[in-house]
């Protein structure tokens, strides 16, 4: 279970981007997170993993405040969670294999040489997820000839060598043409459903919104405006 107790950020420059933010996510939920642009989605995200601070309120996840960690404990906890990026956010000239296996290094920038990082078990596992997300033939390309969706596959290959319970996906289809928009987002809904991940997926079209996710939180400026069910989310406007 993760709740979302009265969060708040404000920005250096005075943006408030989330006021009083509060809800909860199940365990084994696949949530989407609706908004306009600048709404706050990104910022909610990327609150939730610490890669920004929170200005204010809890985020409780399996009993333990996650904006009150440092150090290694938020670094134990972040390996439970695996991110998903608009961008894509590979190592644009590393191989394809190398952005997935770092995934196995947690939150480093930087690709190390392959060689003599990872066990046996961690390349076969690689190799596993490489497989499951239907880019094999890809593996030893340049992560930047891919194509975008390509590209998204890796993201979420790299996510799934942390072995993440929690998937937050910062609109992961924002840059996608609609069919691959879905391809992804059935992929999402897999591992929701398939390995009982729970799942935190932006997006802003009302019409993805109607076919994914078990539930919705609805952001406007920064506020939380809607939480129910996927049917009833046109009511929000
Ligand atoms: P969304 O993901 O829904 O587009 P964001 O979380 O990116 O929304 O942005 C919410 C608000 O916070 C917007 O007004 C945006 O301009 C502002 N914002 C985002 N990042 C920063 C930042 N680093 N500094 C100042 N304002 C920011
Ligand atoms: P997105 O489309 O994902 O919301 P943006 O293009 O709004 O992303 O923002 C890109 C980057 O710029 C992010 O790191 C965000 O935090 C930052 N940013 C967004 N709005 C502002 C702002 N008003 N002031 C400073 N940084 C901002």
Request: hydrophobic share 40%; charged share 25%.
């Amino acid at each position: 279970m993760l709740q979302i107790k009265n969060l708040t950020k404000v920005y250096p420059d005075g943006t408030v981007a989330l006021k009083n933010v509060s809800f909860e996510v199940p365990d084994g939920e696949f949530l989407i997170v609706i908004g306009l642009s600048g709404s706050g989605k990104s910022t909610l995200l990327r609150c939730i993993n610490r890669l920004i601070n929170p200005t204010e309120g809890e985020i409780i996840w399996n009993g333990i405040d996650l904006s009150k960690l440092e150090g290694e404990d938020l670094r134990k906890a972040r390996r439970k969670i695996g991110m998903i990026f608009q961008n894509f956010n590979l190592v644009k000239r590393s191989s394809v294999f190398s952005n997935v296996m770092s995934g196995r290094l947690g939150y480093s920038r930087t690709i190390p040489s392959m060689f003599g990082q990872f066990s046996k078990d961690d390349i076969e596992m690689g190799r596993k997820v490489v497989e499951r997300l239907g880019i094999t033939s890809q593996m030893h390309k340049r992560a930047d000839e891919l194509s975008g969706g390509q590209q998204q596959r890796v993201g979420i290959a790299r996510a799934l060598m942390q072995e993440p319970e929690l998937i937050l996906a910062d609109e992961p289809v924002a840059s996608l043409d609609p069919v691959l928009a879905h391809s992804i987002l059935k992929t999402l809904e897999t591992l929701n459903q398939e390995d009982g991940l729970t799942v935190i997926c932006s997006l802003h079209y009302l019409d993805l919104v109607q076919r994914y996710g078990t539930s919705v939180v609805g952001l406007r400026e920064g506020e939380v405006v809607y939480r129910g069910s996927r049917e009833d989310v046109r009511k929000m406007t």
